[in-house]
């Protein structure tokens, strides 16, 4: 087994190398994952982009994945899993996991920086109407303010009870 993953800014390659040393086997980004290792199985950590998991096709084509976790800034809520299954035609095996990461807006560059601005804009005025926020919804929030992570150890503990 190894984790293989996608990552953008960083977020995602945290949770990726935590994964991995909790599951004492190696991590490696996509593009970098050593030949021996084909077909063979893995886990795959992407970052959502516009409701995608960066990177899966890619990795379901090379692996047999075990676990597919998605890495993105919302909090996480019951439905964006199957979401995410459904959009990415994840098979019904294979079990797929939502993450909190985090965010930053000086790391991104070009488009994406000008799509994010905006995305956070709206997302922080749909936060802000509300009269009480979950401590992930407050992440979200702090993320839409220009830099924040949810990153933490504690949000494996799923995937990793379904590996072990
Ligand atoms: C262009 C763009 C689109 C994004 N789309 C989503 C999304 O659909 N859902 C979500 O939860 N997060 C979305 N995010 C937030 C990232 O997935 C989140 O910041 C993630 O932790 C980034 O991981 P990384 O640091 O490994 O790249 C988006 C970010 C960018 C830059």
């Known amino acids: 087994m190894i984790v293989v993953y996608k ?3 960083g977020y995602t390659e945290q949770y990726a190398k935590m994964l ?29 982009f516009a409701g995608s998991i960066v990177g899966y096709k890619k990795a379901a084509k090379k692996y047999a994945l075990k676990a597919v976790c ?5 909090p996480p809520m019951p439905e964006l899993v199957e979401g995410l299954r459904a959009k990415m035609k994840v098979p019904a095996k294979v079990p797929v ?3 909190q990461g985090g965010f930053d807006m000086n790391k991104l560059s070009g488009p994406f920086k000008l799509v994010m601005k905006a995305k956070c804009k709206e997302i922080a005025q749909r936060l802000s109407l509300r009269a009480e926020l979950s401590p992930e919804e407050q992440a979200t929030y702090r993320m839409t303010q220009g830099e924040a ?13 379904y590996l072990r």
């Open 7 to 9: 990552s953008n800014t």
């Open 20 to 48: 991995a040393r909790k599951l004492d086997v190696p991590a490696y980004s996509l593009d970098r994952v050593p030949d021996c290792h084909l077909h063979r199985d893995a886990v795959f950590l992407g970052w959502l």
């Open 70 to 74: 998605g890495v993105g800034m919302s």
């Open 97 to 99: 996991f939502y993450l």
């Open 149 to 161: 992570s949810a990153v933490d150890e504690a949000n494996l503990a799923e995937v990793l009870a």
